[in-house]
Structure formats: structure tokens, C-alpha cells
């Protein structure tokens, strides 16, 4: 059977059916697309999580400008992986979790951290032995196979000191536990990683560049356009558009879909069938009605008719 829209995926068929102000705002929530950078990362981090065990645990570092889609991509991982619960004859496991470096300062925060996301929060009474030790027990117990650290390029904010310290704890859950790590940050992850010798060796680079107009551009562009309810397709990878995102957000994936999703949302607001240039460049100074307060034009009705009723 052929469906009315058959350029949406099912999300957005389906929310095709909402009232104008729920289906602007049900276009503009965050979303993550699948893009080809990103299942090639994904094929890095399977050989990360499946080499559980090995004598020697690696990682790789991804690194990025701000708005590249490193936190949307940590939580892609995370769902990659999930949680599974105990069955019969099948013992609980995390296949991943996470941590920020964000204000860690000492390999003692690393590990408060570690056990925060295993589920133990109550260790201000710890030493720092003692941290060690629960730890790598309690990754042992809940199988965990990687560790996500995001905010990595955070370490060269701390002293010399500091910073050693805290590769030390590195290094700790990589030998004693023989977890592998994927390391997240800006431009400057990659310097961080490089600040300790024994860890560039065990350590992939792998960069998400600034996006440019092309053929990946179109495939991820044409991906997005499944995603927004709209009677019609805007066809959002012709090169004159891509132009357009790529000049106006400077490659920076947020901005980028950001532009995409709110000139969607004003064209639904407007009772428009697609999405066009005027919309996109309308979207970079005006906020969809649904957030500001205001009521869609396709809303408000005759002016006549409503002066008349007043």
C-alpha cells in the first residue's frame, strides 16, 4: 500500500496527523542522524567494546569543534550498547558508560565519577586506594567493556601535576580493569591525548571535521529531510541550499540542523507544503510561533472575520 507522504519516515508520517502548534514543536526536538561519519565511527567502537579482555586495552579519541555532534554521538553510543537486565542463566551487564572531564581535576574525581555511573554515589568517605580497588571491582561485576570520557581536552586546564595524575588513573582502569576508552573533546582532545606517551600508542585519532557541500552534505541532508513533517519534499540537498547552511553556520552541524528544523516548523506554521530558501534564511533570525508565544498564521484565522466577531 502507497502512503501519502512517502519521503517521511514513520515518526514523522505519523506526526504528520498532530495539530499545527504540536507538530511544530515535535519537529523542532533535538534528533540524531546516522550519518556516514558517524557509522564509521561506530565501527571503531565496536572493535573497542568487543576487545574486552585483551592484555593490552586501546582506545580511540574523537575530537571535533563545538556543535559537531560529540554529545548526540556519546548518546548514540550509549543506546548502540544497552543495559541488559538479569534473565535466567544471563548475568546483569553495561556494556558502556559514561563520564565527563569537565572540573576533574585528580584521578580521584575519575574514579568518583566511574562509580557514580555504576551506581554508587556515596564514596566521599573513600580513599583513594580504596576507589581504585571498588572500581575496577565493580566494572569487573557489571561487565563494562568501554568507557566514554567526554570533555578529554578539559585535562590541559589542570597543572602538570594534576594532569599526570589523572593519566595515571587513565592508564589504571585500562590495565587493571582492561577496559577500552573512547575519548570525546574539541580540537584540542587530540593534544591532550598526545601530553602522555604510554597512551598515544594505544590510541586511534579520529577527527569530525567542519561540514562542507558535497555528496556526504546530500546524504545527510536527505536523511534529515525524512524527519520533517512536511507534505512535501524540500529536496535540501541541491547544492544551492547546501550553500546556504554550509555559509551559514560554518560547517558547525548544530547550526546547520538547527537552520533545517526551525524553517520547517515556520513553514508548518505557515501552512506551507516545503521548506525553500526564504524559509532557511528567515530561520536564522525568527523563532518558531510555538516557542515565542505567538499564534501560527495558519491560526489566527480571517483578520475581517475576527475584527467582525469582536
Avoid at 34 to 49: F, N, P, W
Avoid at 107 to 117: D, M, Q
Amino acid at each position: 500500500m502507497t502512503t501519502l507522504y512517502p519521503h517521511l519516515n514513520a515518526m514523522a508520517l505519523a506526526a504528520m496527523a498532530m495539530p499545527v502548534p504540536q507538530r511544530s514543536d515535535w519537529t523542532c526536538r533535538d534528533r540524531f542522524i546516522e550519518h556516514e561519519q558517524i557509522q564509521a565511527i561506530y565501527k571503531v567502537t565496536d572493535m573497542l567494546v568487543r576487545s574486552k579482555g585483551r592484555v593490552r586495552a586501546r582506545g580511540a579519541v574523537v575530537s571535533g569543534a563545538g556543535g559537531s555532534g560529540k554529545t548526540m554521538l556519546a548518546n548514540a553510543i550509549l543506546r548502540r550498547y544497552p543495559e541488559v537486565g538479569n534473565s535466567e542463566g544471563v548475568d546483569a551487564m553495561r556494556p558502556v558508560i559514561r563520564i565527563t572531564m569537565t572540573n576533574a581535576r585528580e584521578a580521584n574525581k575519575v574514579f568518583s565519577r566511574t562509580l557514580r555511573a555504576l551506581g554508587c554515589p556515596h564514596v566521599a568517605g573513600y580513599s583513594l586506594d580504596e576507589r581504585e580497588e571498588l572500581v575496577v571491582e565493580l566494572l569487573r561485576a557489571a561487565q563494562v567493556r568501554m568507557l566514554i570520557i567526554d570533555e578529554i581536552q578539559d585535562i590541559l586546564k589542570r597543572s602538570a601535576r594534576q594532569m599526570e595524575n589523572t593519566f595515571e588513573g587513565i592508564k589504571y582502569l585500562m590495565n587493571e580493569a582492561g577496559i577500552s576508552i573512547l575519548a570525546l573533546g574539541t580540537e584540542h582532545a587530540q593534544q591532550a591525548m598526545m601530553r602522555e606517551e604510554h597512551l598515544v600508542t594505544r590510541f586511534r585519532s579520529i577527527k569530525l571535521p567542519p561540514w562542507r557541500t558535497g555528496p556526504l552534505l546530500a546524504n545527510f541532508l536527505d536523511e534529515l529531510e525524512t524527519c520533517l513533517p512536511l507534505p512535501e519534499r524540500s529536496r535540501l540537498s541541491m547544492p544551492a541550499i547546501q550553500r546556504l547552511l554550509v555559509t551559514a553556520g560554518g560547517g558547525r552541524l548544530d547550526i546547520i540542523v538547527e537552520r533545517v528544523v526551525f524553517a520547517a516548523a515556520l513553514a508548518i506554521e505557515d501552512d506551507v507544503r516545503r521548506i525553500d530558501e526564504r524559509y532557511l534564511e528567515r530561520a536564522e533570525f525568527e523563532i518558531p510561533a510555538y516557542f515565542s508565544g505567538r499564534t501560527p498564521a495558519s491560526q489566527r484565522g480571517d483578520p475581517a472575520q475576527q475584527e467582525e466577531a469582536a
